[in-house]
Structures are given as structure tokens and as C-alpha cells.
């Protein structure tokens, strides 16, 4: 029954990415290509962080939460825009429109997030005999990264590479950018300072990057409008 | 673009209450802690002369369950865990003696019987070592076909216990359906031991020889036997019987080589110590030994002190013999240690027990040593013989349970009347021992001692040949007399013992097929929700109905 879990565990890690990608026009327009290499951006990406963090970081021998090493850390989460930068700007991609490439980049974005962070820890422990609510709450929190990763994707998308967009929309831009940028040393505190336990800070983290989604779809449509 | 306003209403609820379904899960499930493992004992497995007792198996991986099961439940694949302060003893008696196909059994011991609890013992406590000894009796003289094994109790062993006995007073057995707790041990099947050895030591203190006597020295021997027997020989440590005698034979030892050292002190009789192995077995070990004797010295014993269980006394002790009290020696070494004992305030009685030849079974030792025709004497706090296997260093029989003045008393009554016999200063009032000279009891060679030997279990057969312990006590004894011999044994063959007695214990908690089917049903669930949500915001309504219809070729590639 243990390998049953296994499979419940990764199908709702994994499975919305897939459905995702058939479920919207991406799959119509095949911008598997575009998905691929974002998802390989992120490796990079990760691999840079990784270098950075051995490099800058100390280790800390309790669980609290130091503000100094935490700033370090969302600057280092910085690294993540920069690659998501790269990933929209510099790679070529086929002809399609903007409104695909965003939601292909976040998509291979977060499913090369699950897939390096999440895919480990569950097939060594989800088929163990002890049964902990550890990994269901981790496919939850996969999917709140898949929101959020696909509502940076889009912001990013706004900022770079949409030129006309209305004056009053920039600041809110960015900052929505920001938030959803520093969210892992958000949730960090949370964990750390704050003393949430895991269900808590997942409920937070899928209400957060529902409300991103709603607020990022809501200036996207409202940049569409002026050019449509 | 198609605007989302129209469709987001009811599929947003439903994304809602897809959460909501999930957090009811949560609630009703219990949320669980992660795998226990615990440290536990196996009962004992013997044979006797080919006759099977104790527990014949050892692995272990079955659901849990507590003594609330409901009537008629099918336990061959459940273990009971059963903690022994809330035992039913007849009901557990009855219960095995009906031979109902079982999983396997826990028991829950409480922490004063560990090695390390320091808990002060009451009247509670008593009413609970009575409980242990006879669940232990009963235990150890049944054949039991499934495993048996002894635990502590600590603060998550008594988490788990109490969730399962909810889970089975709400009617709800742990099997494979329905979730619950699993205890898993996983060790390899017992094997018989081949050849148990006991190892006996022995030293010898010679005695003052006076130039041109021909004749050999009288010779007096001070024998207590060291190894233990209990339910569960992993925790057979045996504090009082007979760690309490090796104990006081070590700290005699000790006072008489100090006075043996000097040869101004040294008296007129040689002085035999012997800590012998094979007790709980009719004193098989004693019995060998004895027979290695040679003739001559059989010949120079006056008469052998064999200490067994002074370590729990108040004022009263027994001396036990198989000669008639009529005997020269044996009058003479009662009213030796009555006079000390009355000058101590200790009560010494005599209890006469003839031996019976044509029966093996051997409950003192100084019956072997009878039966080799030397005089001798077994002082205990016991008034009556023990049966087989009791008073072997039971599971009761832990430290916190023996008595350290009772040991110095009982040091003082042997020492000072043996002294009195050597140097032939018998009823006269002189302290040989006293409190403040050089040659007192040492309180905290005794304490340590007894705290080593309450931590060492010592069941002959899981011994091996150079075991530390015993070479420990070789070594001490070494300190103490120049020649002490180590002799090894084999176990008669009457006595068959089977390994594996320390397993550890996991503890998981699982979830139930159900759960896990209802838990594929939510996804899947939600991943469909998902799918149509997403169509329907991205392509439109008309594309998802147009899904179901299939008509073929739907699908153009636009560049």
C-alpha cells in the first residue's frame, strides 16, 4: 500500500503540471521546446544559488530564524529573477505569441522545481511503512509553486518585454513582482521566526498564490487592453 | 480573450470545496507522530530433555491491538500489548492456556524494574513484583508457539497504547483495512546454542603452616553461584539472588586476604572461595566442580558457607543444611553465627531439609556439596526451598529491590564467625570486623558492586567463554589471593537454550487501504476539476464539451 501512497503522492506533485500544459492552448501551439529550456534555465539557475549559498552562508546551529542570514538568502532568491529574465529575454523561442511564452517559461520553470526539490524526498520516503502527512502537504505546496512560478513568469513577462504599458500599473508591477519574488523567505519566516507548523504554511502559501494569480491575471488583462 | 467572469463562480467553489474535502480528511484521520522503535526483550526458549517451553518464535510483523479487542475477533495476525500494571492475571493464564492462534505478545513492564531507574520502592511496588512473579512463573513452564516479548514503558510506548485502545473501543481492530499501528521485528529465526558453557573461579588463600607439621591445614569454602535465570534473559541481572551473595563473597574475600597478608595474622586454616556458574540447573557447575576435586583436598574441608540471596532481608536469616543438626560442624558453625547474630541483632534459624538421592532436582547448593560428602551449610534469607527456576534473578529481582545494609549485615554475621573459628577466639565478645578499624565493610565497594552486578545480566548459556564479566570477576578476585583458576564447563545435556533475547522494536503507524483509495479518488478529483477549470478559462465552454464528443480530426496546429 506504501507504493500506492507513492503514486497518490506524485500524481498530485506532478499531475497539474501535466494537466496543465494539456489543458490550456500550449499543448495546441506544442511549446513543449520553450517548456524544456526554461526548465533548463532553472537548473542553471539552481546550480549558481547553490554556489552562492555554500559560499556566503553560515550554518546555523538552531532553527531560529536570523534576520541577516535570511537577507542574504532572499538576495541570493534574486539569482531566480535573474534566470527567469534570462529565460524570457535571451532564449530564442518559436513565433508565438506572449501570452504563451510566459505560461510555457513559468510551467517548465516549476516543474523543474518539483521535479529537483520534491522528487527525491518522495521516492524515499513516501513508500516507507510509517505514513506522516509530509508528502501530501508537499504536492500541495507543489502546486502553490506552479501558481506562483506561472504569476512571476507573467509579471516578468509584463516588465520586460511588453513596452507600452500604463504609467500607473509599473509600480504595482514590481511590486507585485517582489512579493511573489521574496516568497520563500516569506515562508521561511513563517516556519522559523513565527513557529507555523507545515499544514499552516501550506494553507498560507496556496491562498497567497491564488490571490498572486488573481492580481497578476487582473494587470495582464488590463496592459492587454490598450494594444488589443 | 475570453473573459473568466461568467465560468468562475461555481468552478471556483469547486475548487473550494475540493480543499475543504481535504481538510476533512485531515480531521478525521488522526494526525500521527513518526515510527517508535524501542529497545525489547525476548522471553526466554528452552528445552528439557527435548520438551519445548517458553516462546518458540521470534520475528514479528503484526497489526497492534490492546486487551479491548472485540469478542471474536480473529487475532493469528494481531499482537497484544498488554502493560503488566493493569494485569488480569487469571484472565491472561486462561487466555493462553486455551491455545487460541495469536500474532505474538507485549508486555509492558513498568521503568522501576530497568537498569538505571533510581524510583524508590513501596507498597505498590510490592503488590507489582508479586504481579511480575507469577505472570513469570506461568510464563517460563508454558510451551508458547508465537513471540513473547518484555518492554519498558516510556512516554511514546504510552501514546501508542492509548490510541490503540481507543481505536479498539470504538470498534475499530487495526488489519490490513483498516489502519492502526504495526509492530515489526525483524530478526532472524532463534537457533539453539551449541555448547552453553559455566565457567567456575576459583582461589584459594592459603593458611599459616607451621614449620615441621607434616599434616595439611584444615581447609573452610565460601561458594556463592553468580549466574541468573528469568523470563527474559536479557534483563536477568539477578540483584539479590545471587548478586547479593557474589557481592558479599568478593567484599569476605577482600577482609580475609588483608588479614591473610600479613603472616603475624595469617590463621591456621587454608580458605577456598568459589563463585560457581550453573545454579538455576540443579547446581550442575558446583557439581562439576567438586568433581574436579582432587582427593586430598575433598578430604582437608571442614565445612563450605554457600551464600545464596542476602541482599533483601530485615532481621531474620536461615541457615540450611542436609545434615542432621546433631552434626559436630554443623552445631558448631550455627551457634557460631547465632552468637554473632545475636550480638549483630540479626535472628539466625536452622532449617533442617534431607536429600533425596533418587531425585535430580538440586535446590541448595550445599546439597552438592553434601552429596560429594562434604559438610555444609547454605545461609539465605529464603525460608523455604525454591522450586525450579525461582529465585534464579527473576524480572522482579532488580536493583531497586535489593538492600545494601542487608548485604554489610549479612558480611558482618559471615565474616566475624568464620574469624572466630579460625583463631579460635569462639563466644568470646571481641569484634574482629569493627566499624572504624582498618578492617571494616567497605560500604562503597559493596554499593558498587551490587550496582554492577544489578546491571550485568548473567544467564550461563548467552555467556560467552571469555566473557567480560566473568574474567572481571577473576581479575578482582585476582587482586585478592594469589591462586584463583578458571574452569570452563559444559551445560548437561538435559538443558537445551535458544538464542536471539534483545530485538529492536518499529512502531509504525499506517494508514488504511480506504484512505489511500479515497485519497486517489480527491486527486483524481481535483485534477479533473483542474483540467476543466483550465480549458474552460483558456479555450472556452464550447471546447470542453467538444472533448467528450471526439469527432475526429479536431485538433488544426495553427502556426
Known sequence: MTVFHFFNCAILTFGPHAVYYSATPLSEYDTLGTSVKAALVYLGTALVKLVCLATFLKVSENESFDPYQELLKALIGFIDVAGLYFALTQLTHRNISQNHKFQAVGLGWAFADSVLHRLAP??????????????ILQG??????????????????????????????????????????????????????LGWHFPKVVGFELFTSLAMAFISWQLFSACQRPSA | MATRKPGDGPVLESVYSVIALVFVLVACAELCGAATVVDVYRLIQYDISGVPFGSRLAGLNHHASSLHFPPGADLSRTVLVIPVRDLNLSYVKDFLSQRQPLGGLLFLLPQIFSFDSKESTGDGEELLKNIVMELEKFLIHTNIPYPVYFAFENDDINTVLADIKKNDVSGQPATATTGGYKLVVSTAEPKKVAS????????WLPGLKADGDPNQLPT??????????????????????????????????????????????????NLLFGLTSGGPYNYNGTHKWLRSFDQRLRETIDYAICLNSIGSWNDELWIHVSKPPENAYIKQ???????????????????????????????????????????????????TAPGLFENTGNLADSGNFVNEAAVIRSVKLVAESLARHIYGHQGKNIQIFADEGSLAVNPSYIRSWLDLLSRTPRVAPFLSKNDPFVMA??????????????????????????????ATLNIYQVASVTFDLLLLLVLGSYLIVLFSFLVITTRGLDDLISLFRRPPSRKVKTA
Open chain 1, 122 to 135: 518522495l521516492w524515499v520516503g513516501a513508500r516507507g511503512l510509517e505514513f506522516t502527512w509530509d508528502y
Open chain 1, 140 to 193: 500541495l505546496e507543489a502546486n502553490a509553486n506552479l501558481v506562483f512560478s506561472i504569476s512571476l513568469a507573467a509579471l516578468g513577462s509584463l516588465m520586460w518585454l511588453r513596452k507600452n504599458k500604463p504609467k500607473s500599473l509599473i509600480p504595482i508591477i514590481y511590486a507585485c513582482a517582489g512579493i511573489v519574488a521574496t516568497m520563500p523567505s516569506i515562508t521561511s519566516y513563517l516556519r522559523r521566526g
Open chain 2, 196 to 203: 552453553p558453557i559455566m565457567s567456575n573461579i576459583q582461589g
Open chain 2, 220 to 269: 573452610i569454602a565460601i561458594v556463592a553461584s553468580y549466574d541468573t535465570f528469568g523470563a527474559a534473559p536479557a534483563l536477568s541481572v539477578g540483584s539479590d539472588s545471587n548478586g547479593s551473595g557474589v557481592v558479599a563473597l568478593l567484599e569476605i574475600a577482600r577482609l580475609f586476604s588483608l588479614l591473610y597478608s600479613n603472616p603475624k595474622t595469617r590463621g591456621r586454616y
Open chain 2, 333 to 383: 558453625t550455627f551457634e557460631g553465627l547465632s552468637n554473632v547474630g545475636d550480638e549483630l541483632g540479626i535472628k539466625v534459624g536452622l532449617k533442617h531439609k534431607k536429600i533425596n538421592i533418587s531425585n535430580s532436582r538440586v535446590a541448595w547448593e550445599h546439597e552438592q556439596f553434601s552429596r560429594h560428602r562434604i559438610t555444609a551449610a547454605t545461609l539465605s534469607e529464603l525460608s
Open chain 2, 473 to 502: 570477576l577473576k581479575k578482582e578476585l585476582e587482586e585478592h589471593m594469589e591462586e584463583v583458576i578458571l574452569q570452563n564447563e559444559v551445560l548437561d545435556g538435559i538443558f537445551t537454550f535458544y538464542d536471539s533475547t534483545k
